[in-house]
Every structure is written in structure tokens, then in C-alpha cells.
């Protein structure tokens, strides 16, 4: 398996490379994070159950079903869109809220685990580019007649590496030096997520009325 690894180190490259690019999924753990391991692990944990079932819609070709079918490709594009704008709404109302410590300790160990567990699955979900990119994943950097076992092995080291990378973010957070940053900055580091959030959400939604204009007309 570690020779295999090996052989394949580039891909995991690549991958961990376009993990780390500012997008929603890097946002919604940052944002999740600073209330906690758990918090952040449950988001962690949703990206990857979405990244796995892009990465099965692959495997198995179901992706044909989306890719060539460009009025649902941009209908999940644009229902991704109005959950990211929701998200934003979100965090910048939780903006408001102030947070130290202590209250970090006792409160937040009350936070819920299925709510950061679902915000990260339908982030990931909603989202066709990741679709897009294990697409052309599998398509541009491996060889055609690949066998599904060895396809198979290869998803799985993404996976993985997919749940420890956004766990490492959030274990990262938690660092006395940075969790107190983020205790100090709550404010403006909420609102300059949600910002962020919400010009994504606008750039999908511009490009998908676009599009939806070249498809009707």
C-alpha cells in the first residue's frame, strides 16, 4: 500500500493543493472551527461524506447524468448557490455574537453535531465543481484503462486525505495563540467570511443566469 501511495504521491499533491484554495468548504471549517474540535470535526466530516459521493458519481459514472446534462448541472449549481448565501446570512448574524474562554468551554460543549455535520455535507453536495474536478481528476491525470480496483484504492487515499486535512484545520484552531485570535476577532473575521461566502454565492448565481440565457435562448 505505501508503494502504492508512492506511485501516486502527485495526485495527493494536487489534491491537497486544491483543498487549501480559498472556496466554501475551506470558509465553512474556519468558520465551524472556532467553536470547538467538534464543531470543526463534524464539518470535516460532512465535506468528506459529500466528497465521497461526488467521488462514487465518478467511479461508477454516474457523473455522465450531470455533465451532460447542462440545465441540471446549473439547477445544483444554483441551488448550491442560494445555500451558500444562506450560510453567509448565518455567520454574519452569529457575527454579533461575542464569545472568550470560558464560554467557549462550557456552552459550545453543548453545540450540536449534526448541524455543522449537515452545513459541511450540503456545502460539499451542492457544489458541481467538486464533481467537475474528480471528474477531470481521474480523466487528466490517470492513465484510461485504469482497472476500477486500482480506482478504487486511488479514492480512497482522497478520501482520507480529504477528512484528515480539514480535521488538521480544525485541530489547528484550537491553539491557544489562534483561539484566542479568533476569540479577539470573532467580529471581523465572522463578516469577512460571510462576505466571502456571499460573493461566491453571487459569482455562481451570475454565471448560472448566463448560462440559463444560452440554454433557453
Given at each position: 500500500?505505501?508503494?502504492?501511495?508512492?506511485?501516486?504521491?502527485?495526485?495527493?499533491?494536487?489534491?491537497?493543493?486544491?483543498?487549501?484554495?480559498?472556496?466554501?468548504?475551506?470558509?465553512?471549517?474556519?468558520?465551524?472551527?472556532?467553536?470547538?474540535?467538534?464543531?470543526?470535526?463534524?464539518?470535516?466530516?460532512?465535506?468528506?461524506?459529500?466528497?465521497?459521493?461526488?467521488?462514487?458519481?465518478?467511479?461508477?459514472?454516474?457523473?455522465?447524468?450531470?455533465?451532460?446534462?447542462?440545465?441540471?448541472?446549473?439547477?445544483?449549481?444554483?441551488?448550491?448557490?442560494?445555500?451558500?448565501?444562506?450560510?453567509?446570512?448565518?455567520?454574519?448574524?452569529?457575527?454579533?455574537?461575542?464569545?472568550?474562554?470560558?464560554?467557549?468551554?462550557?456552552?459550545?460543549?453543548?453545540?450540536?453535531?449534526?448541524?455543522?455535520?449537515?452545513?459541511?455535507?450540503?456545502?460539499?453536495?451542492?457544489?458541481?465543481?467538486?464533481?467537475?474536478?474528480?471528474?477531470?481528476?481521474?480523466?487528466?491525470?490517470?492513465?484510461?484503462?485504469l482497472v476500477l480496483e486500482t480506482k478504487l484504492k486511488?479514492?480512497?487515499?482522497?478520501?482520507?486525505?480529504?477528512?484528515?486535512?480539514?480535521?488538521?484545520?480544525?485541530?489547528?484552531?484550537?491553539?491557544?495563540?489562534?483561539?484566542?485570535?479568533?476569540?479577539?476577532?470573532?467580529?471581523?473575521?465572522?463578516?469577512?467570511?460571510?462576505?466571502?461566502?456571499?460573493?461566491?454565492?453571487?459569482?455562481?448565481?451570475?454565471?448560472?443566469?448566463?448560462?440559463?440565457?444560452?440554454?433557453?435562448?
Amino acid at each position: 500500500m505505501i508503494e502504492f501511495i508512492y506511485e501516486y504521491w502527485s495526485l495527493i499533491v494536487i489534491m491537497f493543493l486544491a483543498m487549501m484554495s480559498p472556496g466554501p468548504d475551506f470558509i465553512l471549517v474556519i468558520k465551524n472551527g472556532q467553536y470547538g474540535f467538534k464543531s470543526g470535526f463534524a464539518t470535516s466530516l460532512g465535506i468528506t461524506l459529500g466528497f465521497t459521493i461526488h467521488t462514487c458519481f465518478v467511479i461508477f459514472g454516474f457523473s455522465y447524468i450531470i455533465t451532460q446534462n447542462p440545465a441540471l448541472k446549473e439547477v445544483v449549481s444554483f441551488c448550491g448557490a442560494l445555500y451558500l448565501f444562506y450560510l453567509a446570512i448565518k455567520v454574519w448574524q452569529g457575527s454579533k455574537e461575542k464569545i472568550n474562554e470560558a464560554y467557549s468551554q462550557s456552552a459550545f460543549k453543548k453545540i450540536s453535531f449534526k448541524e455543522p455535520l449537515k452545513e459541511g455535507f450540503l456545502c460539499n453536495m451542492l457544489n458541481p465543481k467538486v464533481l467537475l474536478f474528480i471528474l477531470s481528476f481521474f480523466t487528466q491525470f490517470l492513465p484510461k484503462n485504469l482497472v476500477l480496483e486500482t480506482k478504487l484504492k486511488i479514492s480512497l487515499i482522497l478520501i482520507f486525505e480529504c477528512m484528515f486535512i480539514w480535521s488538521l484545520l480544525g485541530l489547528v484552531l484550537q491553539f491557544k495563540p489562534i483561539k484566542k485570535l479568533m476569540f479577539n476577532w470573532k467580529s471581523v473575521i465572522d463578516r469577512i467570511l460571510s462576505l466571502a461566502l456571499l460573493i461566491f454565492s453571487f459569482h455562481i448565481i451570475y454565471k448560472n443566469i448566463i448560462k440559463f440565457r444560452d440554454i433557453l435562448f
